[in-house]
């Protein structure tokens, strides 16, 4: 997966800019506010249909202007595609697959894919169980046949479901118009699930591998997924329909109390914990290795909790090759001066293993980019890079590009 060409009209600060990005590592300089994190905001729309910074398509809309328009080219299995989304303040947004208008803009997930890293990322750590449900039903959507779909139902009968409990009156008896939406509830509970639990066994392998790479071996992570159902291992359809039904009728109290649905797939989570890896003895191999775990959300550092952000965003990079075949491209949106600088250097070296856009106030790493730009007042400028310099860089990490392909390449036949 490649981002080609990025062309932009009225779009937050930027009033019109082409942006020709190249294979690798591509820089965006700038100082706060201007329009650096602008850019990466309409490549994440072009992704998946909407800002990872708000909710309010007309806010994206250029001051004194009536609508937005982003274009962008790419490159998804050797074939050249594009992608557009118009914003319009009244009308709304219009997306575009290969330059034909498409009925929804959810048709965009899946096409050009990408995974997007931001300082607010670090909620998926630190937040509530909803920033962490989020992480894992965009990453499914994208990467899970039906997925969407069966999401979409689960959350549309639940929506009836709750509505239903806030107008009942006589909470002496269980409501027959329950029912239904219970069955439709549980129908589609179960294969969401599935998918979830599937995908955090994935999510466990690849981020620990990844934790390993940003700490010198030092650091693990193991993740669990937390669901009102246990038995997932030995599940069939109608077991899980009679647990749960078992389940939201013994809840049904609490669920008339609260005016809503206190069992099901819409409360899930994960849990992370860390590991501090031990050896026995100095180079010992990874069977020597002991562990001592912590809950990483309640008691970790702000540094630990970062970097296991990043290993979480890495493992999803791999997630979608597994899928795909090829990586996403990264989107790393101003996080490289919350790193320390061996976690920067071990990041920039993975870094040279696909295709990141990466912005900052100023480049002053050791990595050569293949592309440098920078954003002054919403005007992009590419600057000059020594080929020279790039060579030699590229030649540096070339062995370690291919360790890492390893390591991953391993945990996935694991």
Not at 127 to 147: A, L, V
Not at 180 to 195: G, H, K, N, T
Not at 273 to 287: N, P
Request: proline share 3%; hydrophobic share 35%.
């Amino acid at each position: 997966m490649k981002a080609n060409v990025l062309k932009i009209k009225d779009f937050r600060n930027l009033e019109q800019q082409e942006i020709r990005f190249g294979s690798g590592l591509n820089v965006i300089c700038g100082a706060n506010g201007a329009g650096k994190t602008n850019i990466l905001e309409a490549l994440h729309l072009c992704s998946i249909g909407r800002s990872p910074r708000t909710r309010k398509d007309s806010e994206t809309i250029k001051l004194g202007k009536r609508s937005a328009e982003i274009r962008l080219d790419y490159t998804r299995g050797g074939v050249e595609r594009s992608v557009g989304v118009d914003i319009h303040a009244t009308k709304g947004k219009l997306v575009l697959l290969d330059g034909v208008p498409s009925p929804k803009v959810s048709d965009l997930v899946g096409n050009f894919a990408s995974v997007y890293f931001s300082p607010d990322e670090l909620n998926i750590v630190r937040g509530g169980p909803q920033y962490r449900r989020r992480f894992m039903d965009i990453i499914n959507c994208q990467i899970g046949s039906g997925y969407m779909n069966n999401l979409r139902n689960m959350q549309h009968a639940l929506k009836q479901r709750n509505a239903i409990l806030r107008s009942i009156k006589n909470a002496n008896e269980y409501d027959p118009a329950l029912i239904p939406w219970d069955r439709q509830i549980s129908a589609y509970s179960v294969r969401v699930m599935l998918r979830r639990a599937n995908f955090i066994r994935s999510l466990d392998k690849f981020s620990s591998v990844a934790m390993r790479i940003l700490t010198d071996n030092k650091e693990t992570l193991h993740i669990t997924y937390r669901t009102f159902f246990d038995r997932l291992t030995e599940i069939n359809v109608n077991f899980f329909d009679k647990v749960y039904n078992e389940k939201v009728r013994a809840s049904y109290a609490r669920d008339i109390a609260t005016r809503t649905t206190n069992i099901g797939a819409h409360l899930d989570d994960f849990e992370i914990k860390l590991g501090y890896i031990t050896q026995t003895e100095e180079g010992g191999d990874r069977s020597t290795e002991k562990y001592d775990w912590i809950n990483l959300r309640t008691s970790g550092s702000l540094g630990q909790q970062r970097t296991a952000t990043l290993a979480l965003k890495i493992a999803e990079m791999f997630l979608y090759k597994k899928f795909y075949g090829e990586k996403p491209v990264l989107f790393l949106d101003d996080v490289l001066s919350e790193l320390d600088e061996n976690r920067r250097r071990q990041l920039m070296e993975y870094c040279g293993t696909f295709d990141t856009i990466i912005t900052c106030t100023e480049w002053e790493y050791p990595a050569v980019p293949d592309k440098l730009f920078r954003v002054e007042n919403g005007r992009v400028e590419e600057l000059p890079i020594d080929p020279e310099l790039k060579q030699r860089f590229n030649a540096e990490i070339a062995s370690k590009a291919e360790e890492l392909e390893r390591a991953f390449s391993d945990a996935e036949v694991e």
